[in-house]
DNA sequence: CGGCGTCTGTACCCCTCGGTACAGTCCGAA
DNA sequence: TTCGGACTGTACCGAGGGGTACAGACGCCG
């Protein structure tokens, strides 16, 4: 598929792309077709097997958009001390609470919805994760190298098992439209992070 | 609807919610037709409109039959002690482990898929998830009772972080296909736990 | 101004989906 | 044995899905 090359083909390809995460983010993946989005987004089909082989190449495009605006909304917030990772927590239960119907995490509820869809789009749905998993990581070595955390911890183990904590509480507050079990779930995770703090008696 | 009567008729709706349980923990909800699950049942199209009124309502009686599932598969472990906690822990592990692409937990895969399908089938979820968490704060209110947990523990909220994190290890373990997420994730969990038993020097 | 590749509008196709209609069969009760 | 309700088989329908065909419009190059 060609890239656009023009300011207008540009432009018509990331509106398209930018109306289909936020459709399928709100209704779900199948729940929202091509048409639902071309309606939303003003372009005409022609224009969308222009700039995308399928639907399928479209919703890999989407993973891809949903993980940066994670990653950017994330940026917002260095990692690198236990304040500004306290700090994260907290915005992401703001996010939670404030967003209407508690939505689940942009990128993760995208990606539970593809795990039946074929191995391509559940790797890259994987691959997503580790980018996220290795932006929280790389804070994790900044601490260690600033004596903020142990030099036993494994940086890698601990951003996983973090995101996957963060998963569970967005899916069981999204469920139950309650915010409390993902507050319990991040602080469980921000405890499970400080316990690799050096300085705790025991 | 009328709940069927006869012998055949009840094997014939069972048979029904049993295939369809099974088809759309493969598959997916919405990817499973009404009539694959015909097919893979050998029933026609009106016994199934004979016996449910909808595919909402089946979804329906497919969560309830998921549920019953984990309750039956999680009755063989009192949860009462630490050592059985632990080795359910452990079954859940390996079930995950042995189970064919990492598919994710009978419950929460498909409760995940329902967020978007309305109210209804939302809420339906979320009671699932109750009744799954009060199965196992009744068991950590008898260690309360047999001294093996703290009395300023809260069982409610124990088990619903418990269960939120179980479910985010769930869902990066089916992403990777990699059973470390989930292994690390209940690693957590039981350590959340144990934080709460008493005679902890600290 | 002419032309060519990029971009866009519209109409259409075929298939599958959930759901309905209706006629027929089974089987226990009187 | 006949009656009636529970159960089943099959054909059909309208709507909406993803995807294609093809002709037209734009706009940067010479």
Redesign the pocket.
Known sequence: M?E???R???D?KGRIVELAAGLMYERGVSAT????ILAASG?????F??YFS???QLIAEVLRHQLQQVLREQSRFPLDTWESISAWFGALVDMQQNQRDYRGCPLGSISSQLLDHGDLLRSQAAEAFAHWESALSGGLRAMQASGLLRDDADPDTLAESTIAVLQGGYLLSSTKRDIRPMRNALAIALSQLRSYAPDVRR
């Not at 077709?33 to 639902?36: C, Q, R, W, Y």
């Not at 372009?43 to 224009?47: A, W």
């Open positions: 060609p656009p090359t023009t207008r083909g540009k018509t077709s091509i048409e639902d372009t005409g089909k022609s224009q097997y222009h399928s639907k399928e």
